[in-house]
């Protein structure tokens, strides 16, 4: 085909035409805005709504006045969802509208959002803006936002719901979305004839990189002659035309010097921002601006006030001039970054915003002139405001945060006329991936199009050519996804068709390229009708057919809205067109073809070859889809210089197209003039040879051959063109090709394609006499390559002229022979792969060299000796992906194990099951084995991809729970709480509870109702009180009231103990207030359930009696939420009750809140709202639950908040705030709480002095002075923690010495530090002297030494808290004190605690225990006070078992139970005997309620039986001394028990001590409005020591909760070995740092180990999300729940059933075995006989017993496998197999299971005898039947591979296929090596096997070949091979 054709033949088809109307419009047309009602008021209505509405609406909008018309507007992009579905967005914008929307090829249009303004919209555009982040390592967060643009501000809306206002300090002309955010371009003022010419220019060009950040000037940097200069810039020629995010430029066009210029946008570096504040003047039009204001500077800003009089605005602004104070603080950002939403709303409606929008406009204009010497002229101008601004102070300067770097301008030679600035700028890229930068100058009609590169070192780019190419219009496309997915395809103009300029002049190839590629329009054409009618082709669009009407049709005007493959053509009547304009390729083969082929060549030639390819495949007519295969070997084989016409093969690919594609296009347009090619063309055609040949070869009586066939009948038949473009790369290209051959053997579903591809290579392969390659397509497709004789010849002038690439005179390389060679161990060369085009032959190259060789650096170092690359011809080395992802590769776990390394590497190549399925089955069989040995000793620590290879659903599960952060629902999802009917159940506050998995734990009893029943306080109490016949009415009224008020005490205590049982156990509904039960205080009495009321007056009830209660209801209610839910500040706000009586509940709320960490998203603003109420309650809760939440951070701003109500924190000078006491105590704890164990030096000092923070005058501090002081040493112990005597910088505060004076008593020591001032005057009330009262200061004292000193063994400490020894010092001490220095003394002696009664006792000094054994004698000595010691004993007692509490608190432990459980039964013992009155009662109840509470601690979460009966017990009791605070005592004591309803226990940390420490302080309240010695609010802290410790295994089936069998291994430790126990789960875990693995055992479930030892936080993830564990019941198991002995297994061994047949199995039964849909139905269609089956009995045996296999062996992926090889030995039976790949793959099975090293490894890893996948039994019964059958070929065959062996031609018809087959099976390697090595000069066989194992051909190939190399030898005839 002649060069001017392919030159001419430009014209594509173009796909779908359809009629464009913007998406908005119609949208527009329903809302009632502005535009709407203008139209209406244009037009009768009728008209309006005419039936043809768009008509009516295009119709009303051409009446609108032309400024109407203006303002509508659209722009559309392409946008991919999450799951890659490809869809156009539109942002349409008319009047004060902007409507978003977005469809796609399968969903319509519809309206995403829609924004109304108050004014007209000037501009909407889509922008991201990037939000810093506050850790470094953090991942910048990208917002995605639109911005509306109006006159004075921009509204940005963000995709994450948040709303932003930024007003404009100056009216801008156009913004533009950049990779940092906006570019504001200002509007140009024109100047005012009074101000003299030399004003400085402004700066045009501003920044603002988020919408709370401020505007300010973009700097440039240009490159001078002499030197970069630096300057902001304010050019007022500048225009921008166009920005783009990647990379990051944009151009700008220079309105003087008429040329475009390209610059690079980046951030500022500090020191070009210093520069611009300090440089000096710079000479020249520019001047760099001076930070110092000048009068000149002011006065400008005076005047650029009237840039916009028509803004009231700006002239409100003008007037206040003189009063607005213009200091920095008025402009600089309103709020901090942390709050978002609120603060951004705040701050757009304040009213006042014009002021500090327009002092900050000042600054724009003052801090950017310099005063010039000129500009003094000024200062003489009668000018008035000059005088009043002048005095205005100083203003500091903006800094400027982005930089434009000059990249590259137009060169003047350019035309420079006036006009030429571009109305169109894209970046584009050919398909050859070179990138262009395109301007299209509509004035001149031209695209200007500049090639650019970016070069690698930095982020430059480098800017070669400029071509211009003339056109009226153009847009950039992406032509195809085929090469780079991403790129944009070449420009697409449409020429005007005036301008005629020749083609054949363009020079460079990158321009040709264009040129060609998308040439819509031709040169030449006669009128713009052609134009249209090419588009409109599929289209009969008769009315164009009429030349006469040709002035009258519409011609395109211009094109928009290009996205990926589809643009708008808009019509010059005003209507619009979408057209689509076609792929590169579709069919997938072409694809992958194209690429090869763009690899290799040079990158002109792949351009010429593309273009041509694109041109004849889209042509005008082109064919249909199918026939694109065709179509591309004839394009390819034409290119190379083939006349495809005269080979056979070729001519039939297209019989069914009328003429050969490759010409079609001369079709659509005739040429003017003939040539002599035509000539030519019909002289080859098929027609001519017909006419011609036939007749006269018929004449001559020649035996009629195919036509042209035989080169003998037609010499000049079959030569190549020499000169064709591609014929110089024919080799190379045919070594490519047969690359992608080789690759696409390796993909089942590509199987047509190797099969299509074989055709062309076998051509190319017989012209270039390639033997080696045709043999082996011989090999691999022996029935269809028999048929293809013809060759081309080629002589050897034409040979030396192609470019013979060195890999091509090696041996053939064939992937399956490779892969065949490892499998028997033998040496391999390095297999040649194309990069990114071959992958899976890469993959699995590397994956048999990891795992059958066993080279564990062949995926890393070792890769080249697998794999050689081939590099392409011009084409830059990239680096390989492989080599890249190598440290990614190292990362991975290196267990030593092969199969794991080789699972974990193909993941991160991203292969999956999918993936393998299509792999063929012996290529694939050690992958599957290495996936079976994972299966069974799987990591737990894999990725979710990992685990979903290896096919364990219970690790992808669990893995996919881990990276989904979002899962905030563990159980939830899983397990629905039932909804109960019954009215009354749903109040109460515990319904929220797992059933499913208390069912699981606690599956015996009822003890979960039964805790429930105890602990609920929303029902009304029974008050039983039998009437006595004496008693009045109203006495008993009376009595029935007191009884009550009794009951009230415990059900007011009861919400303490409900927060604990159901902690984190529910997940609230956003859009609901949280449900909280109430708080029930009246009562029922029987008989007739009448109701009684404390409100009735007959008794004193105490005031504010129910307020705490309802604050701790309160806390109970919020602490169900779970820390994982999504709690926003919205919602905590909406929670806020309406009646000023819920109050205090809400104040609860707010600290449970705190306490699950989800107070910290309140806003700042809300919480200084709640804390300005000055309500004591909410104060509280808010600042013990912002402290709890912020624990251990030292945030200030925390901080701050807490030191307000601390006097001793604030400056000795500040004015004395009226802080309530129990809000001071809070916020002195919350000290404690936000700086825990930091060891703060300043908190510490005071802290230490106000533990004995003296009374003060006026009453001051001499109420509940107890709690403070307890509460200024739990801080200081907090603050402290476990810091014993390293205390870094306080040697000086003497702490330790300090606390034991305050602990003993003795002298105050003069107050050093700030407070000493307010301690001067002494208290009117509280006479105490100098000396330290120890009743108040010594409780916290003790517990700041517990807790400074925790768990340091600190003897000399410890000792200080011994408690005495002799009577008189016994005496001095309070028993409770003693009960505090017994529990801080074994908190430091930590490792001595031991868990049992002995060592409880030795804390007991041995003046008690020898006198309280002998009470009963009268022995007992006068001075021995019997009450003291009595009460000394039991409360040190109890301190002993509150210590083995915390010591073993969670831990279950049985010695500490028992221990523990003892006291308390002889405590309760105690209460009823006579000994009580010795003790008192009140004490005795108060030990008992330690020791309960102890041993709770102990059993948290364990649900234990026998403490539920004590709580129980205690519950009972209401009378005597059981007063409030016991029996709070007592429910904390069941809820810890039933920590979070079972999911939670107790931590034995630092922090978990202080916080239990400052829960369980051992002094209860009396009743309950009682503070004095410890604040009740504080008793909550305990969920500060709650862990979730709870393993629940789920199915992953059926996502249930089951039970499993678990190992858990605990480290080695003093105190016992290293030792392993059987759970059965779900069970609570002992605390992890004692544990070392984790193992769910067989052999119900598959196995499982966590590994502890390495690490914790997988661990702690899982039971972090309600500590689900994935499990996965094996084949043929039933759930213990179901079958708890395991005898009713179908694997079970069947006692009836002596010798188990495997015709036993009855496909019926599968589906006990698996859910596997695929394996049901196979069972049913495969595993029962039916009517037509030939060979029925054995069929379905076989059938069923592969089945049996597949599914008890667990690898069901198996069964394709037996099925495969099962059908490639019965086609080789019957000797119908025409291509041997079913063979290549059963020989690579049977060579895997040869393998002598994977058989080594077997026998080395599983002792257990577990086999390779494939049953022992089939197996072999599959080779004996294949070499049966092939021995059987080769008795009666063995002429035929005799004359094979001696390469004697075949006869037709000879049995190929068998021989084929032969040869493949038995690996015989291919003739040209057979030949060199002699084989047939052997004389012996020893000499035979020794020449052939080099070879490598296996010994019993050379079995069946010996007859026959042998025998020649002996008959002496001794041939040579030709």
């Keep these: 085909m002649s060069h001017a054709y392919e030159e001419r033949a430009t014209m594509i088809a173009a796909g779908e035409l359809q009629s464009f109307v913007p998406f908005g419009r119609e949208h527009c047309k329903n809302h009632p805005n502005a535009l709407n009602l203008q139209l209406r008021q244009l037009q009768p209505a009728s008209e309006l709504w005419s039936s043809d509405g768009a008509a009516g609406l295009v119709g009303s909008l051409q009446e609108v006045t032309l400024q109407e018309r203006e303002k509508e507007r659209w722009q559309l992009r392409k946008g991919t969802t999450t799951d890659d579905v490809q869809y156009e967005e539109e942002l349409y914008v008319a009047g004060n509208m902007v409507i978003w929307s977005r469809g796609s090829k399968n969903q319509a249009s519809y309206v995403y959002k829609a924004f109304t303004v108050d004014s007209p919209v000037q501009q909407a555009l889509w922008c991201s803006f990037t939000v810093p982040q506050s850790k470094k390592d953090v991942k910048e967060v990208v917002e995605q936002t639109v911005c509306i643009v109006q006159s004075t501000c921009v509204n940005v809306h963000s995709m994450s719901g948040k709303d932003f206002i930024s007003p404009l300090p100056f009216q801008v002309s156009t913004l533009w979305s950049t990779k940092f955010g906006l570019l504001l371009e200002r509007k140009n003022i024109t100047v005012d004839g009074h101000m003299s010419p030399s004003r400085e220019p402004l700066p045009i060009l501003f920044s603002m990189l988020h919408p709370l950040d401020e505007i300010a000037p973009v700097v440039c940097k240009s490159t001078g002659l002499f030197e970069a200069r630096l300057q902001y810039v304010s050019d007022s020629a500048l225009r921008v035309l166009f920005t783009c995010l990647e990379p990051s430029i944009i151009i700008t066009y220079d309105t003087q010097q008429c040329t475009h210029t390209v610059w690079a946008l980046r951030k500022v570096t500090p020191e070009e921002q210093s520069t611009v504040l300090k440089c000096p003047d710079l000479p020249g039009p520019f001047h760099t601006p001076n930070a110092a204001p000048s009068f000149l500077s002011t006065h400008l800003r005076n005047v650029t006030r009237l840039d916009s009089p028509a803004s009231p605005l700006h002239c409100h602004a003008l007037h206040n001039q003189s009063r607005i104070p213009a200091s920095p603080g008025l402009h600089s950002r309103v709020h901090s970054p942390s709050i978002s939403n609120m603060a951004a709303l705040s701050r757009a409606h304040s009213p006042g915003i014009a002021v500090p929008s327009f002092s900050g406009a000042q600054r724009f204009n003052i801090s950017c002139h310099t005063p010039s010497p000129r500009g003094h002229s000024i200062l003489g101008s009668p000018n008035s405001t000059l005088n009043e601004t002048a005095l205005l102070p100083e203003m500091e300067p903006i800094l400027p945060d982005l930089c434009i770097e000059q990249l590259w301008t137009e060169t003047s030679a350019i035309s420079r006329d006036k006009g030429c600035q571009a109305s169109k700028v894209f970046i584009t890229s050919d398909l050859c991936e070179n990138r262009y930068l395109c301007f299209l100058i509509e004035s001149h009609q031209q695209l200007r199009c500049v090639k650019f590169l970016e070069s690698n070192e930095t982020s430059q780019l480098i800017f070669a050519s400029v071509t211009i190419i003339t056109a009226k219009d153009a847009a950039p496309l992406e032509v195809s996804k085929v090469f780079v997915p991403g790129l944009l395809s070449p420009t697409f103009g449409v020429q005007n068709h005036q301008l005629s300029t020749p083609l054949e002049n363009v020079s460079t190839p990158a321009r040709a390229t264009v040129q060609h590629i998308s040439r819509l329009e031709e040169v030449g054409m006669p009128s713009p009708v052609l134009e249209v009618r090419t588009l409109m082709q599929h289209h009969e669009s008769s009315w164009l057919e009429d030349s006469s009407f040709q002035q009258a049709v519409p011609h395109i005007h211009m094109l928009k809205d290009p996205v990926s493959n589809r643009v708008t053509l808009e019509l010059s009547t005003g209507s619009m067109l979408r057209i689509t304009i076609p792929e590169v390729a579709t069919s997938e083969l072409v694809k992958r073809c194209l690429q090869a082929i763009r690899f290799i060549l040079p990158k002109d030639t792949a351009m010429k070859v593309l273009v041509k390819w694109y041109n004849s495949y889209n042509a005008p007519g082109g064919p249909s889809t199918h026939l694109e295969w065709n179509l591309f070997v004839t394009c390819l084989m034409t290119m190379m210089g083939y006349n495809t016409e005269r080979l056979t093969w070729t001519r039939n690919l297209h019989f069914d197209v009328p003429l050969s594609p490759v010409i079609a296009p001369k079709k659509a347009r005739p040429a003017d003039t003939g040539s002599d090619d035509d000539w030519g063309y019909l002289r080859c055609s098929d027609y001519h040879w017909q006419v011609f040949m036939r007749p006269s070869m018929a004449v001559q009586g020649l035996e009629t051959v195919l036509p042209p066939g035989g080169v003998e009948i037609h010499e000049s038949a079959l030569k190549l063109e020499s000169s064709a473009l591609l014929f110089s790369h024919i080799p190379v290209l045919f070594y490519v090709l047969h690359l992608l051959y080789e690759d696409l053997k390796l993909d089942e579903l590509q199987r047509s394609g190797a099969r299509a591809l074989v055709g062309l290579l076998q051509q190319l392969a017989k012209d ?71 992958e899976r032959t890469k993959l699995l190259v590397l994956s048999y060299a990891l795992y059958v060789v066993g080279d564990e650096d062949a995926i890393s170092t070792n890769m080249s000796k697998y794999l050689s690359r081939l590099s392409a011809g011009q084409k830059k080395n990239i680096t390989d992906p492989f080599l890249r992802r190598q440290s990614s590769v190292k990362a991975a776990p290196s267990s030593g194990c092969l199969a794991e390394k080789l699972m974990v590497w193909l993941t991160s190549a991203g292969f999956t099951l999918k993936d393998l399925e299509s792999v063929p089955f012996g290529v694939a069989l050690p992958i599957r084995d290495a996936i079976y040995q994972c299966r069974e000793h799987p990591c737990s620590d894999w990725s979710e991809e990992v685990c979903a290879l290896i096919g364990r659903q219970d690790l992808t599960k669990q893995a996919h729970k ?30 929220d509870l797992h059933p499913e998995v208390t069912g699981l734990i606690w599956s015996q009893d009822l003890r979960v109702q039964e805790v429930r029943r105890l602990l609920q306080s929303s029902r009304p109490v029974r008050v039983n009180v039998p009437h006595l016949p004496e008693v009045s009415d109203h006495e008993y009224i009376e009595e029935k009231e007191n009884k009550l008020l009794q009951l009230c005490q415990r059900t007011m205590s009861l919400p303490v103990g409900r927060g604990l049982f159901t902690l984190f156990s529910y997940h609230p509904v956003p859009t609901e207030p949280l449900p909280v039960p109430k708080l029930n205080l009246t009562g029922r009495a029987p008989p007739r359930n009448t109701t009684v009321d404390l409100n009735s007056g007959n008794i004193d009830v105490p005031p504010n009696m129910t307020s705490w209660p309802s604050f701790h209801n309160g806390v109970a209610a919020g602490l169900k939420i779970a820390p ?39 806003a700042t603003l809300n919480i200084h709202d709640y804390l300005t109420k000055s309500h004591e309650m909410t104060s509280i809760g808010l600042l013990l639950g912002v402290s709890a939440a912020k624990l251990g951070t030292m945030d200030m701003s925390i901080t701050r908040l807490l030191s307000i109500h601390i006097p001793a924190l604030l400056p000795p000078t500040s004015t004395e705030l009226d802080v309530p006491h129990s809000v001071q105590v809070a916020a002195v704890v919350g000290i404690g709480l936000v700086y825990q164990s930091t060891g703060h030096r300043h908190n510490a000092e005071v802290l230490l002095a106000e533990i004995g923070r003296p009374p003060g005058p006026e009453l001051e501090y001499c109420t509940d002075r107890e709690s403070y002081s307890l509460a200024a040493g739990l801080a200081l112990g907090m603050v402290c923690l476990g810091h014993g005597s390293n205390l870094v910088g306080m040697t000086d505060l003497n702490v330790p010495e300090q606390l034991y004076q305050y602990m003993v008593g003795g002298q105050h020591r003069t107050h050093a530090g700030t407070n000493r001032e307010k301690h001067k005057s002494p208290s009117y009330q509280i006479k105490e002297g100098d000396t330290i009262n120890v009743d108040v200061t010594c409780p916290g004292a003790t517990l700041a030494l517990a807790m400074i000193y925790l768990k340091t063994n600190n003897r000399s400490v410890a000792d200080w808290l011994k408690a005495p020894d002799t009577m008189f010092l016994l005496d001095f001490i309070k028993p409770e004190f003693l009960l505090l220095r017994t529990l801080a003394r074994c908190l430091i002696m930590w490792d001595e605690i031991f868990p049992n009664a002995e060592w409880v006792t030795s804390n007991v000094p041995q003046i008690i225990q020898e006198n309280i054994g002998n009470q009963e004698q009268a022995t007992v000595s006068e001075d021995l006070n019997m009450e003291t010691l009595v009460q000394a004993h039991d409360y040190i007692i109890a301190g002993g078992c509150l210590a083995v509490g915390f010591r073993f608190a969670g831990s279950a432990n049985s010695d500490a139970f028992d221990c523990l459980y003892k006291f308390a039964r002889n405590f309760m013992q105690c209460l009823t005997t006579s000994t009580a009155t010795v003790t008192g009662q009140y004490n005795l109840q108060t030990c008992l309620s330690m020791v309960l509470l102890a041993v709770s601690m102990v059993m948290a979460g364990s649900g234990n039986l026998k403490v539920l009966q004590l709580c129980r017990f205690l519950h009972k009791r209401t009378i005597g001394e059981m007063n409030y605070g016991f029996h709070m005592a007592h429910h904390m004591a069941l809820g810890l028990l039933f920590l979070g309803g079972g999911r939670y226990t107790l931590s034995t940390s630092n922090s978990a001590i202080a916080a239990l420490l400052c829960a369980l302080y051992p002094h209860f309240p009396a009743h309950s409005t009682d503070n004095r010695y410890h604040l009740q609010a504080l008793r909550h802290l305990a969920v500060l020591a709650a862990e979730p410790r709870l393993l629940v295994p789920v199915d992953v089936d059926t996502l249930k909760p089951c039970y499993a069998l678990l190992d858990v291994t605990y480290n080695e430790t003093q105190w016992y070995e290293e030792t392993t126990v059987e759970l059965m789960a779900p069970t609570m875990l002992p605390e992890l740092h004692l544990l070392k693995q984790i193992k769910v055992k067989g052999p119900r479930y598959w196995e499982l180990n966590i590994e502890i030892s390495k690490g914790t936080q997988h661990l702690q993830s899982i039971l972090s999300r309600d500590g689900v564990l994935y499990v996965k019941l094996r084949a043929g198991q039933l759930p213990y729940k179901d079958d708890p002995h395991g005898w009713k297994s179908l694997l079970a061994p069947n006692p009836n059933n002596r010798n188990p047949e495997l015709r036993t199995f009855k496909p019926e039964a599968i589906s006990t075995f698996t859910s596997d849909a695929s394996l049901v139905s196979f069972a049913k269609y495969f595993c029962r006989a039916s009517e037509n089956m030939k060979h029925k009995q054995d069929t379905v045996a076989l059938l069923s017993a592969i089945l049996y296999e597949c599914v008890t062996q667990e690898n069901p992926e198996m069964l394709p496998t037996h099925m495969s090889i099962d059908q490639a030995v019965r086609t080789l039976e ?80 000879t049995d190929g296929n068998m021989l084929a087959c032969f040869l493949v099976y038995h690996s015989i390697p291919s003739l040209k090596n057979m030949v060199t090595s002699d084989l047939e000069g052997c004389s012996c066989f020893p000499e035979l096997l020794l020449k052939s194992s080099q070879l490598g051909v296996p010994v019993r190939a050379l079995l069946r070949l010996s007859p026959l190399l042998l025998q020649n030898h002996e008959s002496g005839g001794q041939q040579c091979f030709c």
């Design 768 to 838: 270039l006499r390639l033997d080696d390659y045709i043999d082996l397509y011989w090999r691999d497709y022996p029935s269809f390559i028999k048929t293809l004789k013809e060759a081309c010849v080629i002589d050897q002038a034409q040979m030396e002229l192609m470019a013979w690439p060195v890999f091509l005179n090696e041996e053939a390389p064939c992937v399956f022979g490779w892969l065949s060679r490892c499998l028997r161990g033998q040496d391999v060369a390095p297999f040649p792969y194309l990069p990114s085009i071959c």
């Design 962 to 991: 881990m990276t989904n952060c979002k899962s905030t629902v563990g159980l939830n999802v899983v397990l629905e709480p039932p909804v109960t009917s019954e009215a009354d159940d749903e109040e109460d506050g515990m319904t």
């Design 1124 to 1162: 994982a839910s999504q709690v926003e500040s919205a919602w905590i706000a909406y929670n806020k009750p309406k009646s000023a009586d819920l109050a205090n509940e809400y104040a609860g709320f707010l600290m449970a809140l705190g306490l699950n960490g989800h107070l910290t998203k309140l």
């Design 1774 to 1853: 019957r000797g119908d197999l025409c291509e041997t790949f079913s063979l290549w793959q059963m020989k690579l099975v049977l060579e895997l299971c040869e393998s002598r090293v994977l058989q080594q490894r077997l026998r080395n890893a599983h002792q257990q005898g577990r086999g390779l996948l494939l049953s022992s039994e089939f197996l072999p019964v599959m080779k004996s039947s294949a070499d049966r059958a092939l021995d059987q070929w080769l008795c009666d065959n063995i002429h035929v591979l005799r004359a094979y062996l001696r390469a004697q031609p075949m006869n037709n018809n």
